[in-house]
């Protein structure tokens, strides 16, 4: 069956998206690009939300076969902001009049650090709440998976976002990937807890996994459809040597298809099923392409991070190789990041929250 009769199908099966993320025709991708680009356009507008994202801590108590930052990494020099570090990354997000930020760190389950978390929110929050923005300064989080009632004191405090991704919705690459104290079934829980407690949920995946093929990536998107998400990160998967899993394998000989292509496809396709939830193009995307964040808000992503965590810091939250640490997308480049964004005729939404439709129109 040609793309064109199966692509504008109300409902695409997740044997069509499989199909659909398996062109490589040139022509064929920008009928793919095209259809997300209007899908976008026509639920979410041309705008795109700016989250300043501050990497706050890189201790963490897992272990992810393929994380730079994993607890077994002793190459990697640890680190936490202090509440004022932070509140002068918050400080800069404001000055640029960014509407949210994202704070970011390994996970921790401790009380000490729960504690210090929920401190920092409240205080962002006081200190950013003034006549013009009377609900302060957007606040997502993504420190993992915690307990419901930690959840709870965190989204009291202030956060009313949270990243979490399923990293892969198929449970034996899951478990290849991870070590057997991190189980699928505990991720899917924390998403339900979010979503319980009351936070707008983001979720993604890791795209290029050795061994992961096309139709793994096709239950992703249906599994984002079916958890009824609200927001999406995913990039490609980037090995990192100081890992198991990017010292072991020959990447590219155990990848099924181009990770660069393949994210691109997987933008569009969750653009054109979820239609009004937001997106981001990621760091990891331009990472692998000089220009990958812009394709990606051309395939449909509307949401970007720029970078706004101390620079001292940034070369320890290296979760894959060759993570930028200063990028035309940081704070430090603000004005060339909304001059690349405009030349694709879309427009920044400065001082807005920019939350999901989705989540409204439930
Ligand atoms: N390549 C790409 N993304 C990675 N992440 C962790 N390690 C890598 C890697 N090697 C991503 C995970 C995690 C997010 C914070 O960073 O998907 O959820």
Not at 139 to 163: C, M, P, V
Not at 318 to 347: C, W
Request: charged share 25%.
């Amino acid at each position: 069956m040609p793309l064109n009769a199966i692509i504008f199908k109300p409902y695409l099966e997740v044997e069509d998206i499989a199909k659909i993320l398996s062109v490589d025709e040139p022509k064929d991708l920008e009928i793919i690009r095209k259809f997300a680009h209007e899908t976008l356009i026509k639920h979410v507008g041309a705008g795109v939300y700016l989250r300043g994202l501050i990497e706050f801590s890189n201790y963490c108590i897992n272990d992810c076969l393929y994380c730079g930052i994993r607890k077994s990494n002793s190459q990697t020099e640890r680190y936490t902001l202090s509440k004022d570090e932070i509140l002068d990354a918050v400080a800069i997000a404001q000055k640029l009049n960014y509407g949210s930020i994202v704070l970011q760190s390994g996970d921790r389950r401790d009380d000490d650090f729960i504690d210090f978390v929920v401190d920092v929110l409240e205080s962002i929050k006081q200190k950013t709440r003034n006549s013009e923005y009377p609900e302060g300064m957007g606040i997502t989080l993504s420190i993992g998976e915690q307990s419901y009632k930690n959840y709870k004191r965190l989204f009291d405090a202030g956060a009313h976002r949270y990243l979490l991704r399923i990293e892969t919705t198929n449970p034996i690459l899951f478990s290849e990937i991870h070590p057997e104290e991190q189980t699928f079934e505990n991720r899917l829980d924390a998403l339900k807890a979010l979503r319980d407690v009351g936070f707008q949920v983001g979720t993604g995946v890791l795209i290029g996994l050795p061994g992961q093929t096309i139709d793994d990536l096709a239950r992703d998107i249906d599994f984002f459809r079916q958890i009824d998400i609200d927001m999406i990160g995913m990039g490609p998967y980037i090995p990192h040597h100081d890992t198991p899993l990017g010292g072991l394998f020959n990447h590219s000989a155990s990848q099924k298809f181009d990770p660069y292509e393949m994210t691109l496809k997987m933008i569009a396709v969750a653009r054109i099923v979820l239609k009004d939830i937001n997106m981001a193009s990621t760091t990891a995307l331009q990472t692998i392409h000089p220009r990958g964040r812009e394709e990606g808000l051309r395939f449909g992503a509307n949401v970007l991070m720029p970078q706004i965590t101390p620079v001292a810091f940034r070369k320890n939250y290296m979760l894959y190789e060759g993570k930028p640490t200063i990028t035309e997308y940081s704070a430090e480049n603000n004005a060339e990041m909304q001059k690349r964004v405009e030349l694709l005729d879309r427009t920044i939404s400065y001082g807005e929250w920019g939350d999901p439709l989705h989540f409204f129109n439930r």
